[in-house]
């Protein structure tokens, strides 16, 4: 417990010193968004609920793939075998784990509250979309993780991670997608428990995977 703290207080000074990468996220996030106004506004009332919930996805997950892809390419070779030396692998994928989910959850709340502001409100049941939206954060930071961690071992990095993900986040997607829009439309609770369920095993799997998965990878 004592390294994984080490290590994401390291992480958070290191984002707080760089504080141009986390701007660009937020202004990537930011004009992203209004362009969807601006292209939108031209027409009223042309921005169907599924449409928004489409573009909302498709928003959040571009600026996953954008944020998480510096989560192992910002480490040289040299700082790397410095921390194979005073920590765990399991202890540092632990706390990239803790630092993607904690900074992906921050985007994508900051990220709807701005598309909320822009765009208009059809989401009838508020409380279920936000449980997507903290679902979605936690399985993309998780997917995106473990890929980095994979494609910072080759070149080209954000290309690599674009590949490798696809096939883990288009089932994650569709699920966030089938449950929010269950959310926008107001259905029932129990309408959504599969959904739910199949997110929080996907979740898990891909958590499961990272910690079992990751000393290979940290030793090669």
Do not use: H
């Not at 417990?1 to 996030?29: C, H, P, S, V």
């Not at 985007?107 to 989401?123: C, K, S, T």
């Not at 910072?152 to 449950?179: C, D, G, Q, V, Y």
Request: some cysteine; proline content about 3%.
């Amino acid at each position: 417990m004592r390294e994984i703290l080490a290590l994401l207080q390291k992480d958070i000074t290191l984002e707080w010193r760089n504080k141009y990468a986390f701007n660009g996220m937020i202004l990537y996030l930011v004009s992203t968004v209004f362009i969807c106004f601006l292209s939108f506004r031209i027409k009223a009332n042309s921005l169907s609920p599924v449409v928004w919930n489409t573009l909302f996805w498709i928003i959040i997950l571009f600026t996953a793939i954008n944020a998480m892809a510096k989560s192992f390419a910002q480490e040289n070779q040299n700082r790397q075998a410095y921390y194979f030396t005073l920590a765990s692998p399991e202890a540092i994928i632990i706390s990239k784990l803790i630092y993607n989910f904690i900074l992906m959850l921050f985007l994508a709340v900051v990220g709807f509250g701005i598309y909320l502001a822009f765009l208009q409100n059809p989401v009838q049941d508020m409380p279920m979309y936000i449980l997507s939206v903290v679902l979605g954060a936690l399985g993309f930071s998780g997917t995106l993780t473990l890929i980095s961690g994979i494609a910072s071992k080759a070149e080209n990095t954000t290309s690599i991670m674009a590949l490798l993900s696809f096939p883990i986040i288009i089932p994650m997607l569709l699920m966030l997608m089938r449950l929010s829009k269950n959310a926008m439309d107001g259905l029932a609770f129990s309408v959504s428990q599969d959904e739910i369920l199949t997110l929080l095993g996907l979740d898990a799997i891909v958590l499961a995977l990272s910690f079992i998965l990751f000393p290979f990878l940290w030793r090669s």
